[in-house]
């Protein structure tokens, strides 16, 4: 009496080419159940290449590079490479190819404009240390603002900057109006400008600065101790407590606590160290610090 076939095989229709049995496939493999011959080792896996480690329900299929909103074309364009191999005629067909394909990628002033403002919005969040969130909600609130035509009569630059000035102040991200007019292509008017157009037609979820968000920076390019740190968010909260910070530079406000508290245990910071992080004259922190003092 002949075995069964394994569960887990599946015969096939064809013959074996040596004995005329019938082949069957199990674990990959194909050979004849009469006489053993081995018709196919490699078996064609015509499902996904891929595999998901996560506990969740995301689809893990792979079609190509991710959508990234800091592209005018959300990155699904293609690029014509270039090649050391080609010489002469064919080398001149490809730089033609080339230069009719980019110029076919952008099909609109608005595009264009959208692909100079991206530029300078990932060279700024390049340069600043930001995260890709920053940069995409960057490029989105760019986006929202030339489908609201409010870039007409102002400056690109203008705009690149301060959106990701306002992407930094939704994200609670602390960044001053200084810090990124100082590495921008626009100038701090043209900035402060745009941002106001943004938050007046967009309606920015924007609030007060709280002064506490430049202390763990302040601190660490001061080079101040942990225990400074922690009495300066201390004073931060009694100056918002006592109206101290109403009305005055959030970021004066946290170097003048962390000035404060610096010399409460003797760290030797000068108010003029202290003011120079902030990006403040030493005046005004030596007002709030007066207050804060109780001089």
């Known amino acids: 009496m002949s075995e069964a076939p394994a569960a887990d095989a599946a015969t096939t229709t064809n013959t074996c080419p ?77 730089a033609r190819m080339r230069r009719q394909h980019n110029r076919a990628r952008i099909s609109s002033k608005r595009e264009r404009n959208q692909v100079y403002a991206f530029t300078e919005i990932r060279r700024l969040t390049s340069v600043l240390s930001l995260p890709d969130r920053i940069r995409d909600h960057a490029c989105s609130l760019f986006r929202s603002a030339q489908s609201a035509d409010l870039l007409p009569g102002r400056s690109l630059e203008g705009f690149a900057s301060a959106c990701v000035y306002a992407a930094c102040r ?51 390019q001061l080079d101040l101790s942990g225990a400074v740190e922690r009495r300066a968010r201390d004073y931060v909260a009694e100056a918002v407590e006592d109206g101290i910070a109403v009305g005055r530079n959030p970021s004066g406000v946290a170097a003048a606590c962390l000035y404060t508290a610096g010399r409460d245990v003797g760290s030797g910071v000068t108010q003029q160290e202290a003011a120079d992080v902030a990006g403040v004259t030493p005046v005004t922190l030596r007002s709030t610090y007066q207050e804060l003092s109780g001089e």
């Open 170 to 220: 939704v994200a609670r991200v602390s960044r001053t109006v200084g810090e990124v007019a100082d590495v921008a292509k626009a100038t701090e008017d043209e900035q402060t400008t745009a941002y106001d157009a943004i938050n007046r037609e967009l309606g920015l979820p924007v609030g007060p600065i709280d002064p506490a968000e430049y202390v763990p920076r302040f601190a660490s």
């Open 18 to 94: 040596e004995c005329g049995g019938r082949p069957e496939t199990a674990r990959g493999e194909t050979l004849c159940g009469d006489c053993g011959l081995v018709l196919s080792e490699y078996r064609i896996d015509h499902g996904p290449d891929w595999r998901s480690f996560a506990d969740d329900d995301r689809d893990p299929k792979r079609t190509g590079a991710p959508l990234t909103r800091s592209r005018h074309d959300r990155g699904l364009s293609t690029k014509i490479g270039r090649s050391t191999r080609a010489k002469g005629r064919k080398r001149r067909q490809f």
